[in-house]
């Protein structure tokens, strides 16, 4: 499709997490400016506007105010039971949840050496954990009406790595394997799984950029990547990457490695061809787990047959 065909979601319902600010609260209204009904789920914090409302209100109220339609959702995505009870809820409302944007997500920075086991649990239930079970809650569901988009948020932190975030990093690179898994499972049901990798100017980042930084990388200007990882031509299985306005796709990849053999020397001629084993060259993207084996077999029966 071309620039002039406009990404529309009228008579789509989203679940966005973690939406009462920052990235989730630009989802949702751009949803909601969009033609979506939109849940916008956040964790009961209260509104920094208000004293008796919460986050999840106030922005239900912005998207009220411009004509749209949304529904707050003050539930934990840790929390399996109010989790299902909002599902539950919606259903009744508007019938059908063709979108969830797993957005939710907590900071416990510290080196490796410093940090406690129970910081480390913390982030990995929250990121890991809730994505898990707001997905879980919703895939029978777009499994059944054989509709549905859903978002995992990751991060380069998980992708590349960065230092005091093990936590973080780890359940951020948990999630693409989720995503991974998923967006297979649900293929046939036209159930496409992404994941966004955001870079962006919001609570978690508070104190570390300057206001020129902050400017150029405003949450909004990450939000046109999810909306066309949600559209009706959404792609499948893919990690976007944006930021101040910049796009990049990632991948996870396999080399064209090397056959090296089984004998009691493999260690040793490993280690001498190493680079050649990860060149990257003639890397590919495999389809799924078993492409590894596969090409790992074929490069085995080949050289076997040549008597090598």
Known sequence: MNKDTKIEFRNRVAIVTGAGGGLGRQHALALAARGAKVVVNDFGRPSADSDTLTAADTVVNEILSAGGMAIASNASVTDETAIATMVKDVMERWGRIDILINNAGI?????????????????????????VICTKAVWDIMRAQNYGRVVMTTSSS??????????????????????????????????????????????????????????????????????????????????????????????????????????????????????QVTDRNSEIVPLDAVAQGTNEGTKAAVFSTAGI
């Open 107 to 131: 900071l416990r920075d510290k080196s490796f050496a410093k940090m406690s086991l129970d910081d480390f649990r913390l982030v990995l239930d929250v990121h890991v954990m809730g994505a």
């Open 158 to 275: 998980g992708l590349y790595g960065n230092f005091g975030q093990a936590n973080y990093g780890t359940a951020k690179m948990a999630l693409v394997g989720l995503m991974q898994t998923l967006s297979i499972e649900g293929e046939k049901n036209n159930i496409r799984v992404n994941c966004l990798a955001p870079t962006a100017s919001t609570q978690m980042t508070e104190g570390l950029w300057s206001n020129e930084i902050k400017q150029a990388f405003r949450p909004e200007f990450v939000t046109p990547a999810v909306l066309v990882l949600l559209a009706e031509d959404a792609p499948n299985r893919t990690i976007l990457c944006a930021g101040a306005g910049a796009f990049e796709a990632a991948h996870i990849t396999l080399t064209g490695g090397a056959y090296i053999g089984r004998g009691l020397d493999a260690a040793e001629l490993l280690r001498e061809h190493l680079s």
